[in-house]
């Protein structure tokens, strides 16, 4: 019998829009052809795991439905009629009408739209260097991170914290508002090796009883929006048990005193009522943090995805500064990383040529700027022209209602470039096809852990794709846009980058493929000082002064609470509208990403909304019948399956399927809203009320 042929397998980054950025070794058949992925094993964060769906990669990037050429729009917008042009025709009429735009409305007339669809950073960012050459409008990135990353700088003052790797040292590990078995499921291989090492307990929260907190020793379904409230009372525990490290509080952070005071009202019978969990889960969680030092606080997204996120995030962070967690290995707490690489990237989006008069405006509000609200608009022109890339807002945005409204304008000029036929796409006038990571060089950097490495190119597109950096460089030469980087190879600006960054040169990081860029313990766990001229942890936030990176000062940020609380400004259920929903993500479905590969189409089956069977039978609500969920945004249909592990009045609906898949062809985030929370702006996805009818 013949040995088994091996492939060959080469070295790359996951590129798609997860804190988990995981190192892959990928086969490579031939010239164009992937075959498994794997995750790898050398990369001490990625550990050899990675998700299902990039396992499978193959299926993605070989797909029967890619865009292979450029399209331009026959039928009416969103009729999906289009017929194939080459790169040139395409080039010419972009460029045509543009310049035709910018000359009758001006260059803030034209918005380029983008977002996360792959993370590295010469295709990702690259399209601002065109914006700020051509002075186009700018765009205000909102609709991830700001609630979270704002809420956790609001106490350190940085978005880094203690080493990932080291929730194998810790004795207890609390993963908060993030489903990490579907979203970045490399928590779950350092959390669970610490339990079989160490005995160490694993706490998980969510407002439903996720697959995380099945591997949970004590798992919380705590209602939405509620979590300040918990950590509250778990703080106020923690002074009455003596279980507050005095000295470190005294040594290292603002207003001790005054903040214990504050808690002495926040206690577990408060909270209990608040959230919906029992005295003695409170108790329980309370003593588990308080007896064990070596607590790491792994605080994810999902719980910031609400109107009072910030507050929510920044009082989970502070239950560390009361135990003291921080000192030890092990202990602390943790959301990104995104402040250790000091990268230099004025080459990369072009700096040097950014001009702060020129408008930005919302991407969580792109229907009501599609639509001309005022406001969103800020007070300028409307826009005439959109250009999108590595985004898919007709399906991922709040407001779909606006949304659509905003694409369907007939003095829209919509440009597309992207993988496949999305939602988006089928709105565009002229669609391009994109390569794919595998096609084509780029950076990447960990968010949920401390690597960068590269991603080089490793075969030839299919088609006539194109990376979104030539797209970015070929148009900047048509629209005679100025800079030296439009003139540079993707390779060119990634070892301009490193270099200027100090991370040695792009050779050096071929031999090596990642860098570990952990900052010492010292840093890490901020022991001399935190992110503050005083080093101190804070308490009392000045929440409109937190050093988030372009925070612009947005909704009731003068009503935020001074010191940790349950502030109280949820959508909350109303008679109207009696439901609480979330729109929770989807194990096989990356945001909007793999709703169009058949494995993890089949394993997530058709857009669903999990309901308690009590609520349901008050509604005489069958398992899987097809109810309607509406708001004053507007309705939505899809099948309601029973589910026991969530509060009464409580709904979610898992994943953003394409609006065709759902029954009356209208997405989930029609029902969410874009209203602009405290401090900086953001979406609140998962803080919605809603009514619900059987039909
Ligand atoms: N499989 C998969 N992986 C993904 C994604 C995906 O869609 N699917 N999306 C990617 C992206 S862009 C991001 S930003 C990350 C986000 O990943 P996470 O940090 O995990 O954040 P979310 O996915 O928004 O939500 C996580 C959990 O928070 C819960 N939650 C909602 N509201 C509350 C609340 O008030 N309190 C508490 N305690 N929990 C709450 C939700 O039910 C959900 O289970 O994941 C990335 N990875
Ligand atoms: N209901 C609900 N809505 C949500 C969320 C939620 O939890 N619930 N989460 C929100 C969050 S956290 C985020 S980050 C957003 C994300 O929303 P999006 O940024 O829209 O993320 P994706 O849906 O993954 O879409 C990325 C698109 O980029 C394309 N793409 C990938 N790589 C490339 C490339 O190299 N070039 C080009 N040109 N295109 C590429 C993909 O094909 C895909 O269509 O969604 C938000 N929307
Ligand atoms: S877990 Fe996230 S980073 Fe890792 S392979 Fe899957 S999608 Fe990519
Ligand atoms: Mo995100």
């Known amino acids: 019998m013949n040995a088994p042929v091996s492939i060959p397998r080469k070295n790359t980054i996951c590129p798609h829009d997860c804190p988990s950025a995981c190192a892959l070794e990928v086969e490579v058949i031939d010239q164009s052809t992937i075959g498994r992925v794997y995750g790898s094993k050398e990369q001490t964060y990625t550990a050899g795991v990675i998700c299902a769906k990039v396992a499978r990669y193959a299926e993605r990037n070989h797909h029967p439905d890619r865009l292979l050429y450029p399209l331009k729009r026959t039928g009416p917008k969103g009729s999906n009629q289009f017929e194939r042009i080459t790169w040139d025709e395409a080039l010419t009429e972009i460029v045509e009408r543009f310049n035709a735009i910018e000359a009758e409305h001006g260059s ?95 706490i998980a929260i969510d407002i439903y009883r996720t697959a995380t907190l099945d591997h949970a020793d004590l798992a919380l379904v705590v209602k939405p929006g509620s979590d300040g409230a918990l950590a509250c009372a778990v703080m106020h525990i923690l002074f009455r048990d003596n279980l507050a490290d005095r000295d470190y509080l005294a040594r290292s952070t603002d207003y001790p005193n005054e903040f214990e005071r504050h808690l002495q009202s926040k206690t577990p019978e408060w909270a209990a009522a608040l959230t919906g969990l029992t005295i003695d889960e409170i108790e329980s969680f309370a003593k588990l943090v308080g007896e064990n030092k070596r607590t790491f606080f792994r605080l994810g ?52 040529v950014l001009d702060p008069k020129i408008r930005s405006m919302d991407q969580s509000q792109i229907g009501r700027v599609l639509t001309g609200d005022k406001t969103a608009l800020g007070g300028g022109v409307p826009v005439k022209a959109i250009f999108v890339q590595n985004t898919n807002p007709m399906s991922v945005a709040p407001e779909q209602t606006l949304v659509r409204k905003g694409f369907e304008r007939e003095d829209l000029f919509t440009v597309v470039h992207e993988q496949f036929m999305t939602d988006t796409a089928k709105m565009a006038d002229i669609v391009l096809p994109a390569t794919m990571f595998t096609e084509h060089d780029d950076l990447y950097q960990g968010g949920g852990h401390q690597y960068l490495g590269l991603g080089p190119k490793l075969i030839d597109p299919p088609g006539e794709c194109r990376s979104n950096h030539d797209l970015i460089c070929d148009l900047a030469h048509r629209l005679n846009a100025q800079h030296k980087g439009f003139d540079m190879s993707a390779r060119e600006i990634i070892d301009w980058t490193l270099q200027h960054s100090g991370w040695g040169t792009l050779e050096e990081l071929e031999t090596k493929k990642f860098i570990d860029a952990q900052p010492p313990f010292e840093d890490a766990h901020f022991t001399k000082g935190f992110g503050w001229k005083d080093g101190k942890f804070r308490f009392k936030p000045d929440w409109p002064n937190v050093p988030f990176r372009g925070g612009r000062v947005s909704g009731p940020i003068h009503a935020m609470p001074e010191f940790p609380d349950h502030w109280d400004v949820s959508e909350n259920a109303t008679d109207a509208f009696p439901f609480r ?17 058949t494995t993890s189409k089949a394993r997530e089956g058709e857009p669903t909304v999990l309901i308690h069977p009590d609520d349901a039978s008050r509604q005489a609500i069958a398992d899987q019948s097809y109810v309607t969920l509406f708001n004053q945004r507007g309705e939505v249909r899809l099948k309601a399956k029973y589910f026991n592990g969530l509060n009464r009045g409580v709904l979610i609906a898992e994943s953003i399927w394409p609006n065709s898949a759902y029954a009356d062809g209208r997405g989930i985030n029609t029902l969410v809203g874009a209203d602009s929370p405290a401090p900086f702006g953001g979406a609140a996805f998962h803080d919605n009320s809603v009514g619900l009818r059987s039909s």
């Not at 080493?163 to 291989?189: F, H, K, L, Y």
């Not at 962070?317 to 000091?342: D, K, L």
């Not at 929903?581 to 590969?597: I, K």
Request: net charge positive.
């Open 108 to 202: 803030e007339a034209i918005w380029p739209y983008f977002y996360a669809g792959t993370m590295g950073l010469v295709n990702r960012d690259g399209i601002n260097r065109l914006r700020h050459a051509k002075k186009y409008s700018g765009f205000y990135s909102s609709i991830c991170i700001n609630l979270a990353w704002s809420g956790f700088i609001a106490g350190t003052g940085k978005i880094m914290g203690p080493d990932p790797r080291e929730m194998a040292q810790s004795d207890c590990v609390v993963i908060w508002g993030t489903n990490a078995v579907a979203t970045q499921v490399n928590v779950m291989t350092h959390a669970v090796n610490a339990r079989k090492s160490r005995g160490a307990k694993i």
């Open 301 to 352: 997204y999902g719980f910031s995805r609400q109107r009072n996120g910030a507050v929510n995030m920044h009082a989970a962070s502070c239950i560390a500064a009361v135990t003291g967690a921080w000192q030890y290995e092990g202990g602390g707490a943790f959301h990104n990383n995104g402040a250790i690489y000091h990268w230099r990237k004025s080459l990369i989006e072009g700096l040097d």
């Open 581 to 597: 929903l979330a729109t929770s993500p989807a194990r096989n479905y990356l945001n909007s990403t793999f709703t169009e590969t």
